[in-house]
């Protein structure tokens, strides 16, 4: 189902209201969860409108305030950016263990998001390559098979739950119940996104096509599908589904439209929490004026000094991949996600 496309409509320059007369409301076409659905699908487009501009509008006065600031920001992030380039080799090495890859890979992504958030950089591929990943479902649907297996293995642990539950606190099982119920929730909620996902792999699986041509072009597609779905972004997987008409007889039911339109709804609320940060959260700006801001500025080169000089020493450490493992443990042991 194409998402709809939505176009403000002055009803003042209609003849009849220039004239003084108007015409009664025309009721939106489709069923009330086809109308709940396209409103969620253009809450979403606006949304990511808005967030879209103000990041881009931040990320100009970031770059602007560091550019007064002066050549130590310039060192920092320079210093940052090298840092690239011997994380992704220490991938290729296959000297670490999966544990410490993926602790490499979230170094990687952190120090991405230090370049993008605090100093506006443009670094959109790296945060995108190394992003946080949810588990992708497998293309086979063996829910229903390993359906029973799932709910002995449920009545275990609500059986030994219910045991333990024996010797705790009232106000600690409330907590805990409160906790299972907002996990349910969430699960709900990421249905729509998977059964989304599930219709696009069916349709779009290179393994399943016998074309070189076609099969390149799939996995292509299979990968932004991927990326839409390890983001949780449901608008993305929903865009794609319209571009390739991937099940689209599928999309009329009201039922999966309803399941569709929550998910939606959870990810404005997300849009919204992401415009409240940006628009109160950091602040690069110097509060204070004249001696005060003075000061400000010098306390803030000392520690970009000290910043520039300690990536310099992390920088030698992690082009030797033994170093690089003594690295991992100290910022483990110190309870240090990023560098």
């Not at 296959?94 to 410490?100: D, M, N, P, T, V």
């Not at 998977?194 to 699986?205: E, G, I, P, S």
């Amino acid at each position: 189902m194409p998402l709809p496309k939505f176009e403000e409509f002055d009803s003042s320059r209609t003849p009849a209201a220039q004239r003084g007369l108007s015409r009664p409301a025309q009721p939106e076409p489709g069923t009330v969860a086809q109308q709940a659905f396209r409103a969620a699908v253009q809450a979403v487009e606006n949304l990511r409108d808005q967030v879209q501009a103000l990041e881009k509008e931040q990320r100009e006065a970031k770059n602007k305030y560091w550019r007064q600031v002066g050549p130590l920001a310039d060192a920092v992030v320079a210093s940052r950016r090298r840092l690239f380039e011997p994380l992704e080799a220490a991938l290729t090495t296959g000297y670490f263990s999966r544990l410490e890859e993926q602790r490499i890979k979230e170094l990687l992504w952190r120090n991405a998001q230090s370049l993008q958030q605090r100093f506006g950089e443009e670094v959109d591929e790296l945060l995108l390559r190394y992003a946080p990943r949810r588990p992708v479902p497998k293309f086979e649907d063996d829910e229903a098979e390993s359906a029973p297996v799932a709910a002995k293995a449920q009545q275990h642990h609500e059986h030994y739950a219910h045991q333990r539950g024996k010797r705790k606190t009232k106000a600690e099982r409330d907590q805990e119940a409160a906790a299972r119920a907002l996990q349910a929730d969430q699960q709900r909620l990421q249905a729509g996104t998977k059964a989304v996902y599930r219709q696009l792999a069916r349709t779009n699986h290179p393994d399943l096509e016998r074309d070189p041509a076609v099969a390149q072009q799939k996995t292509a597609r299979m990968q932004r599908i991927t990326r839409a779905y390890e983001a949780n972004d449901l608008y993305a997987l929903l865009q794609l589904l319209a571009e390739h008409g991937a099940g689209e007889a599928d999309t009329d039911s009201d039922e999966l439209l309803a399941r569709y339109t929550r998910a939606l709804q959870q990810q404005q609320a997300e849009l919204k929490l992401r415009l409240q940060h940006l628009k109160y959260g950091d602040k690069n700006a110097f509060l204070g004026t004249g001696k005060k801001q003075e000061a400000e500025l010098r306390q803030l080169k000392r520690d970009l000094r000290a910043e520039a000089d300690y990536l310099a020493l992390v920088l030698q450490a992690v082009q030797d991949p033994a170093a690089l493992r003594q690295l991992l443990r100290e910022l483990n042991e110190a309870g240090q996600e990023e560098i």
